[in-house]
Structures are given as C-alpha cells and as structure tokens.
C-alpha cells in the first residue's frame, strides 16, 4: 500500500479473524510513534466486493479491544485456588519449561491424557490449528471434535448437497424472494444483509423465520414465528405443498436429484394444518411460504446456524436444503440454499496441521460440546487441557459442570489469551497471545468467495506472541525436532495453498499483495444448475446410502418428548449472539457492554403477567441443570412461550457471575454430534 511520508502512515492490509461468515477485509491505518508503529484507524476495504468499505460496531472497535488496558502482556503463573484468577507473572522461559515438564511427565504415562481445547476465536489458518495441531499429532494428545457451533448443519448440508456451498453472497441482491431462515443478518451477516436491502429496493419479498422477532425479522416483510427446534417441520410441510400443487421444476427433479419418491412419501404426513400445530403458526403462513417458494423467482434461503442448534437440526437443514431442487431455483445464481460456503476454501490441510505426524497412533476424541462431563468423567481422565482461541467456560452447554469440571486441581491447564476471561481464571499458566494486528495469517470464510491474507500491522503487544509461537517454543522446549517445528507462519500459509487450489495458481506472496482475491470461480457462480452436486451420486440427496428422507424431530425437551419435563418447565428459552458481542469476544470492552447494557430475559407479556413479573424486574431463570438472573424485558419481539436472553455474557461480567450456559444442556444433536443449545426448557419467576 502506498506510504504516506509525510504524516508518516501506512496502511496495511488484514482480515476479520472472528467467527462470522463476512470475514472483511480490513485496512489498518499505523503511525510511527517513538519509533514504533501504532495502530490508529481500522476500517474496511472499500474495493472489496463483500465489505464494502463497511465494518460492523464490533470490527470498528478492534482498535479499543487491542489497546485494552487489560490486555494479557506477559506470562502468567497461578498462585491462588484454581478459578480464583490470582496470577503472578513468569518469563517465558519459566512457563515453557514447567509446561513442557508437566506435558513429558503425562504423556511417558498416556498422551491422550492431553487434551487440546479450541474454536474459532480466530478462523486463521495459521493461528488456527496450524502450528498448534502440529504439536498435538506430535504428542499423540487427545483428538478435539469442534462441534461446539455448525457440525449439525454441515453434516445435514454436506449430506444432501455433497459441498458446503450456495449461491454467493453478492448474488442475493438478484434474488426476488428472500428467506432468512433462523438467521439473523443484521447482527450476524450484516454484510450479506446490505445485499439483500439492495434486492429490497428492486422488489424483493424478504421473509423471516425465527422464533424471535430479531432486528433482521423486524425488517422483513414477512416473519413467522415458529417454535424453537420444529424448522423440519415446516420445511417438510412446505416440500408437502409444493408436491401437492405440482408447483415442482420435474425437469430438475428428473435429471439431477435422488430420492423423490421416499421425499413425497414423508413429507405425505407434513399437510398444513399437522405442521401449523406443530411449529406454533398457522396452516396459510405454510401455504403462503410454500406458494411464494414457487411463484417468486429467484428464490435464495440464507439457512443460518441458528435453526440446528436443536435435537432434530441436522434433519431439519436436510430437509430445507432439499427446497431448491424440487423448485428448480438452482438454476439461478440468485437460488438456492446459502447455509456456508467453507467447501470452496479446500486448503492443504494435511501439510498445514500435519496428522501423519500421529504415526499410526490413533487417540481417542473428545467432543468440545460435552467437555463438561467429559472433565468429570473421561476414562482414561483428563490430565491436562491446554485451551485455545475458545472460552469454554462462558460458552460450553451446562456450565455448572464445566465450571466444577475446570476447578478439580487436576487437570493441568494452560491458556493462551488476549484477556482474562472466565476461562482463564482456571489456568495453571495464561499465556497472552497476540491480535490479529499483530500476527500473520491466512483466511477463508464461510460467508464470501473471497480468500484473504492478514499482514500484522504492529509488533506484538508487551511479551505477548503469536499461538503459532507459543507452540513451536513449545515443541522446542519438547525436544520435537521434526523440521515442521521450524517452519515460519508465512511458510505453514504457503503450504496451505497448493499448486491446483482453490486460488489457481496464485501463490502466498501474491496474496499478501492483493490483501484478498476471489476464489476461482465463475463470475456468475450457480454452482448447482446444471447439478454437479459433491455427492456419491452427483446429485442432490433427498436420500443417501445411510440416510433415509428427513424427517422432524421433536425438541428433546417439549411437550412432545417429554411432557412431563414440559409441565414443570413450560418455557423454551434461547440465547442467540447479542449483535454487539461476537459469542464471549468483545463483551469486555466497555463501549460495546455499555450499549448492550446487563443481560436481559425478553419475555412476552402473556408469560410475564402469568408470573407477576413487571418490565426491569429482577427474574430468576432455572431447570433441573441451574439458574441464572437477569433482568426481565417485558416484550412482544419474543413469542408467547419462549424467553429470548441474548448472548454470551462473560459469567463475571454478569451480576450473579452466571450465563445462561447454566440452563443448557449437553445433549447432542440428530447429526454432527452438536449441541442443543436452543433445545431447552425452563421456568422464570421474580428473583425476590
Ligand atoms: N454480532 C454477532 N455476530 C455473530 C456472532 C455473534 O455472537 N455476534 N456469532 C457468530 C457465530 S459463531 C455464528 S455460528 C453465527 C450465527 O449466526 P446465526 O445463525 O444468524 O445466529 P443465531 O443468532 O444463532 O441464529 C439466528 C436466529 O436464529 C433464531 N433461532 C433460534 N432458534 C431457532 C429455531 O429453532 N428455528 C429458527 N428458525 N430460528 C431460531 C434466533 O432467534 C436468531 O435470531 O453468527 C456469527 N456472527
Ligand atoms: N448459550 C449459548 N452458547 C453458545 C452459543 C449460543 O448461541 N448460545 N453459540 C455457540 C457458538 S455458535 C459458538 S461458535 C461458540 C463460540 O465459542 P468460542 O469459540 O469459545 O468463542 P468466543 O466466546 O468468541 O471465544 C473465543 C476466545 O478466543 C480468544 N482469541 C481470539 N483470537 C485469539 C488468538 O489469536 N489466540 C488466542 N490464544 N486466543 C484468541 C478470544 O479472546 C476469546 O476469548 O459458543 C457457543 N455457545
Ligand atoms: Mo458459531
């Protein structure tokens, strides 16, 4: 980018490290101050087609968020009771040391008694699991299975279309009807969203389908407000419609789908009026939905990962990304099913994480989303956990375990961090890790077509280092010498691109030039028109070798399943992202707290008045798992029978220093071994 002597700034290029699917490219503006440069100005690219020059609230306060006077700058040693987050501060030398010691000492025993603990804080390839996976397939630790957000669906998606892709984002401003479905774009894609305003002002019908009426419902001209967890209902119920009427492209049907026929037999059950029961609406919001899936062309679902978070949200995606086919809007690059398009981004993995290094040994694995139990239970036990890019405390289902699991003096656990977050209170070393400002890496998304590279724009921060740092010192102080250990970030990034990828034939260098290139595709990218599904058959799976038609199961826990439970328990809550919070990251900074104020249980007036419960009143939320408190919002946006408390609050941070992690559960989906943290009942009451 071109220097600006004068005032002595730079710009440098990067990309949004969080979990959304806009991944942005960003422009970081720095100034040499004393001799070092500062950050002093991020935004977005204005040339980048996805963002537009646009950042969210949260992106635009990653200066205040790197700048934090509570950042982590060095490392950390526990000197209180675990959980306490009393810490002294060590030399890197003194906490890589002991580290390593104790790791040794576990692994001559056992190394699956190791457990690696990490999400998506950054969605790097690098920071990610690069350097870090490397060192746990040296190990021989425990496999994770990261399942805590989007296997459900992946698998549901992955199952019927053979490749997580859709139409692209840019694509939705074509699009004449648009469903969001248990999507919330203004606070989770607000990018995709200023494309669909765009469709908008041409005409477009934009419909919402969300138990809650969300800042993207509200904007819609259409919302339907079914129950939590009943989407396959409804997408059965309108699969049942569209059959009936014949308002089927039998031309797709024929050439490029399998299983119709065992399709029309299921969804032969789903007529109008058994699925209004079901979802809590009525039989013409079906029909409605169902005529203008037909009528309107093109029509593009933006699925999002808020609708599998239920028992039956593997099925229930399944049977919404059979929609498209039986009317024939793949067609269209403006049609189709959008839930994400990760597919595309097909790195080297195998260079990048390196799982020959495992040598034929083959750890258990243990799945992120019942860490809870699996820390008070696991045989053989878990001895150590080393967490990252994740802050399983806040965000794991049925936090009363996970908080009890973490405070057992064993395991052994280190964190790698820029805050200390309720996770990070149990650590035995906290090591502070670097921001995105400060760290290489390279970036796919699972929301645009465009692969990015991130150039640090600052030195790191106090003794903060890079998680690929942290654990090459640590593979060192290991005495793993494979020469793996030495690669340097630029070079895991370049292994990630091989000759034939995703980028043609553009290699790391021209990436980091660019900031960001589209992927090679065409320029109006339909993937599915002329079918060329990923799947065994090439076509889209109403039915698979395993898998019969989808079908809709029932929340765990509803009236259905278990009416007893549904009795002392009459409400679904549910704890979708806060729009200023990216799941636990940002809720410590203050101007981003400020504006979402203390945590609130919206709450309808029906159910409110049925408990004595007035508007800004204290109420307490609980089941059989736990209790949290909050305030009461009095408010027709959450429906007659489910509480809305938007998420996920730093348990700390919270008066009572609990989330509503405490009332989830651990129970797993249908598909993808997720969990089913919108599959829950519980009952309010005034706290006093
Ligand atoms: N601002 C912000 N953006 C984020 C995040 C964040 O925390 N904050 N998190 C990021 C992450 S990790 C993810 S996975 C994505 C999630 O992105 P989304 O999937 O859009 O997020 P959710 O808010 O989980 O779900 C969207 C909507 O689904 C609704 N919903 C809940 N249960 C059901 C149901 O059973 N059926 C239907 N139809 N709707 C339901 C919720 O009320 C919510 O309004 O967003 C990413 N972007
Ligand atoms: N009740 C309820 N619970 C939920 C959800 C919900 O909707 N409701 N959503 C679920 C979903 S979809 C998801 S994806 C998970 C998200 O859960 P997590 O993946 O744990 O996401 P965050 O809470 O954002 O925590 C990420 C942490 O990584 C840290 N971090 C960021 N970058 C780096 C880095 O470069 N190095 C290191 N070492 N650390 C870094 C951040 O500071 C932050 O503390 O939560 C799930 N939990
Ligand atoms: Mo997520």
């Given at each position: 980018m071109p220097d600006d002597r004068a005032a002595r700034t730079t710009v440098v290029r990067g990309a949004?490290?969080?979990?959304?699917?806009?991944?942005c490219a960003l422009l970081t503006t720095v100034e040499e101050r004393d001799g070092k440069p500062v950050a002093i100005r991020i935004a977005g690219d204005p040339e980048h087609p996805t963002t537009r020059g646009a950042l969210c609230t949260k992106v635009s306060r990653y200066l205040e968020r790197t700048y934090h006077p509570e950042r982590l700058l060095h490392p950390m040693k526990r000197?209180?009771?675990?959980?306490?987050?009393r810490f002294v501060r060590v030399s890197w030398e003194e906490a890589l040391t002991d580290i390593a010691a104790r790791l040794q000492e576990i692994a001559a025993r056992d190394p699956q008694r190791i457990v690696p603990y990490s999400y998506a804080g950054t969605m790097g390839v690098v920071q990610g699991e690069g350097m870090a996976a490397r060192f746990f397939h040296k190990l021989g630790a425990s496999l994770l299975d990261r399942t805590i957000c989007a296997s459900a669906g992946a698998e549901g998606l992955t199952a019927t279309l053979g490749l997580r892709t859709g139409p692209a984002m840019e694509a939705f401003a074509d699009a004449k009807l648009i469903v969001f479905w248990g999507a919330n774009a203004i606070a989770s894609n607000l990018h995709l969203w200023t494309f669909a305003q765009e469709a908008k002002r041409k005409g477009a019908k934009l419909v919402c389908i969300d138990p809650y009426r969300s800042l993207t419902a509200e904007k819609c001209h259409q919302h339907i407000a079914l129950l939590p967890g009943t989407d396959g209902a409804l997408a059965l119920g309108i699969a049942h419609v569209l059959i009936r009427t014949g308002w089927l492209d039998r031309d797709y049907i024929e050439r490029y789908t399998l299983g119709f026929e065992l399709l029309a037999e299921r969804a032969a059950w789903y007529d109008p009026a058994r699925v209004a029961a079901l979802c809590g609406i009525t039989a013409a919001e079906v029909e409605q939905l169902a005529h203008d899936h037909w009528h309107i062309r093109p029509a593009a679902i933006r699925l999002n990962y808020g609708m599998q978070r239920a028992r039956g949200g593997g099925n229930a995606v399944r049977a919404v990304a059979s929609l498209p086919a039986l009317a024939g809007h793949w067609r269209d690059a403006a049609g189709g099913v959008l839930l994400s398009c990760s597919g595309m981004f097909n790195w080297n993995r195998a260079a990048v994480q390196r799982p020959d290094l495992l040598a034929g040994r083959t750890p258990r694995t243990i799945n992120m989303s019942t860490i809870g139990n699996d820390l008070l239970a696991a045989d053989p036990p878990i001895e150590a956990l080393i967490v990252y890019n994740s802050n399983p405390v806040a965000v794991a289902p049925e936090s009363a375990k996970v908080a009890q699991g973490f405070a057992r003096e064993d395991p052994f656990t280190v964190v790698l961090e820029h805050f200390q977050t309720d996770t990070a209170d149990y650590a035995d070393y906290l090591l502070p890790a670097t921001t995105q400002l400060e760290h290489t890496d390279l970036h796919g998304t699972y929301g645009h077509l465009y692969a990015l590279a991130n150039d640090p724009?600052?030195?790191?921060?106090?003794e903060a280092l890079p998680n690929s740092e942290i654990f090459r010192r640590l593979a060192a102080a290991m005495d793993f010498t494979d020469p793996c250990f030495a690669d340097s970030d630029d070079a895991i990034a370049a292994q990630a691109l091989p000759a034939a990828g995703p980028l043609g034939e553009t290699c790391w260098d021209e990436l980091k030039q660019s900031g960001w290139q589209r992927l090679d595709?065409?320029?109006?990218?339909?993937?599915f028109a002329q079918g060329g599904f990923g799947t065994p058959s090439g076509k889209c799976e109403f039915t698979t070798a395993t898998l019969p038609a989808p079908d809709y199961l029932p929340p765990y826990e509803g009236p259905t399943s278990n009416a007893e439970l549904a009795a002392r328990y009459p409400l679904a809550i549910i704890s979708p992202p806060a729009r200023n919070f990216l799941n636990s990251s940002f809720v410590n900074v203050q101007s981003l707290r400020d504006t979402g104020g203390e945590p609130t249980l919206e709450i309808h007036a029906q159910d409110a008045a049925a408990r004595g419960i007035a508007d800004g009143e204290r109420v307490r939320v609980f089941n059989d798992r736990g209790s949290f408190t909050l305030a009461a919002r009095v408010t027709d946006r959450a429906r007659p029978g489910v509480a809305v408390a938007l998420s996920i609050w730093w348990r700390k941070l919270a008066r009572d220093g609990k989330n509503a992690n405490e009332v989830t559960s651990q129970a797993l989906t249908d598909?993808?071994?997720?969990?089913?943290?919108?599959d829950c009942l519980v009952q309010v009451a005034r706290a006093d």
């Open positions: 949004g490290p969080h979990d959304c699917p806009d991944t000197v209180g009771r675990k959980g306490e987050g724009a600052i030195a790191p921060l106090g595709v065409p320029e109006r990218y339909a993937p598909l993808g071994r997720a969990p089913t943290f919108y």
